[in-house]
């Protein structure tokens, strides 16, 4: 069985101001760790993934996380944020034939 | 290239008509196959997967049904909606043995 926390519903942040969205997970299997972005009324967009090899990944604008195995963290950070980020963000563990998402983190940029 | 598609972009039905919702992959042959549904603060849900033609898998007991006819449609179906099947419906495909998924664009349902 496999699940994600994401104990932030929203993260209210100022542009330009560096941000973390958290995430915790747990898989009895093989992990496999995944961010997501939704813009209003849209698909998911993948940010940035880890399946193997350096904990630290890099994905796209700019953000990156860092897989913790012995925290069972994947936590989101962007150093300076935009108007552009906000959006909804989706953490997910993926193992077997399945994708398993988290409750989602809303996150506001404001000037 | 591999695309999505997903129809129509935005349903609105009346409480106990049918509902169908179709998804195709194109550029690709034999995927991972699934529908997922977005609740107001309830996140992403898995509804169903299919591994193969005719082959459902379903994650939680409901008010829908899955098929898959072709190896690349997949048509989530309800004999009679409810309220509660309101929300944001996003199929997605992988490549077998893949971690790629991909996302459709989406189907907002309201039932009224």
């Known amino acids: 069985a496999q699940s994600v926390t994401q104990l932030d519903s929203q993260v209210p942040v100022f542009e330009e101001a560096p941000v973390e969205l958290r995430c915790n997970y747990s898989?009895?299997?093989?992990?496999?760790l995944f961010w997501y972005v939704q813009y209003p009324n849209q698909g998911l967009q993948l940010l940035l993934k880890?399946?193997?090899?350096?904990?630290l990944v890099k994905g796209i604008n700019g953000f990156e996380a860092e897989f913790n195995k012995s925290q069972t963290s994947f936590h989101l950070r962007k150093p300076s944020v935009h108007i552009s980020d906000t959006a909804e963000y989706f953490c997910?563990?993926?193992?077997?034939?399945?994708?398993?998402f988290g409750t989602g983190t809303q996150l506001k940029v404001e000037l | 290239s591999q695309t999505i598609h997903q129809w129509p972009a935005t349903l609105v039905q009346p409480v106990g008509s049918p509902l169908s919702l179709e998804c195709t992959v194109e550029?690709?042959?034999?995927?991972?196959l699934y529908w997922y549904r977005q609740a107001a603060g309830r996140g992403l849900q898995l509804l169903f997967y299919?591994?193969?033609?005719?082959?459902i898998s379903s994650e939680v007991p409901q008010n829908l049904s899955a098929s898959r006819p072709q190896d690349r449609q997949f048509i989530l179906s309800s004999k009679k909606l409810l309220l509660s099947d309101s929300g944001f419906y996003l199929c997605?495909?992988?490549?077998?043995?893949?971690?790629?998924?991909?996302f459709g664009s989406g189907t907002r349902l309201t039932v009224v």
């Open positions: 997605a495909w992988k490549v077998k043995g893949s971690y790629g998924y991909t």
């Open positions: 898989s009895s299997v093989s992990v496999y």
């Open positions: 880890y399946l193997s090899g350096s904990t």
């Open positions: 997910a563990v993926g193992g077997g034939n399945k994708l398993t």
């Open positions: 550029g690709t042959s034999n995927p991972n």
């Open positions: 299919s591994v193969g033609i005719g082959q």
